[in-house]
């Protein structure tokens, strides 16, 4: 079934330890972002890649890195964990043009300690 | 800053009665998407609305937009209990033929009763 993974489901994380999230898609979208969710703030952009190799800061970068070595993987990295990025962490891809509906993972739900 | 903010935040609805979430923001966009996201789960698509006066209908919702009061509105008709779920709607910032830099409301957390 075509669609967005997302690895892990959820981390329990102990602040300063570095962890990757994993994304990857199988639509051959050319765009991917990143998205953090906490309660009563929405969602809001971390990064996100236009195309294959490319990348580009959101709202709230500082903390993540990510890359994009192809279409279809987008991992975010956090160096060193904070437990303000305990979160809901939610990928997303899209086609990159009109309409551009952006299409999302099943989210993971990260805690830092 | 792009700001978008919906209301109301919290919205408990009888079930057969109508009602309407509002979404402001606060920078021109044509470019409005709304979404609904169940508890623990994942966001999922409604809407497109790609210019002034876009409407779209699917069941018992439908979105409009207003780029010129930077408004849009998701009306319900005659609420149903699976409609409860949380709405979110998100604008566009990027600009030009650029697409997917998104600002989300708050979202609106809705309840229907029987």
């Known amino acids: 079934i075509a669609g967005i993974t997302q690895a892990p489901t959820s981390q329990i994380l102990a602040a300063g330890r570095r962890m990757t999230l994993r994304c990857t898609q199988d639509?051959?979208?050319?765009?991917m972002y990143w998205y953090r969710q906490d309660l009563g703030l929405g969602l809001r952009l971390i990064h996100y890649?236009?195309?294959?190799?490319?990348?580009g800061k959101g709202e709230v970068p500082d903390g993540y890195s990510v890359s994009r070595a192809n279409t279809d993987d987008f991992p975010l990295t956090l160096a060193s964990a904070v437990p303000s990025q305990t979160s809901v962490y939610f990928c997303?891809?899209?086609?990159?043009?009109?309409?551009?509906?952006?299409?999302f993972g099943p989210g993971t739900r990260l805690t830092v300690l | 800053e792009l700001k978008v903010e919906q209301n109301p935040l919290f919205l408990s609805m009888q079930e057969g009665k109508n009602y309407t979430i509002y979404c402001n923001y606060s920078?021109?966009?044509?470019?409005l998407y709304w979404y609904r996201q169940d508890p623990g789960k994942s966001l999922e698509s409604l809407f497109v609305?790609?210019?002034?006066?876009a409407v779209k209908q699917e069941g018992r919702l439908m979105a409009s937009l207003d780029t010129k009061a930077r408004l849009s509105t998701l009306h319900i008709t005659a609420a149903v209990h699976d409609l409860s779920a949380t709405y979110f709607c998100?604008?566009?910032?990027?600009?030009?033929?650029?697409?997917?830099?998104?600002?989300f409301g708050q979202g609106t957390i809705l309840t229907v009763h029987p």
């Open positions: 639509m051959r979208h050319n765009a």
């Open positions: 609305l790609l210019s002034n006066g």
């Open positions: 997303a891809s899209s086609s990159g043009s009109r309409p551009d509906t952006q299409y």
């Open positions: 998100a604008v566009d910032w990027a600009g030009g033929t650029s697409y997917g830099k998104l600002t």
């Open positions: 890649s236009n195309t294959a190799g490319t990348t």
């Open positions: 920078t021109t966009s044509d470019r």
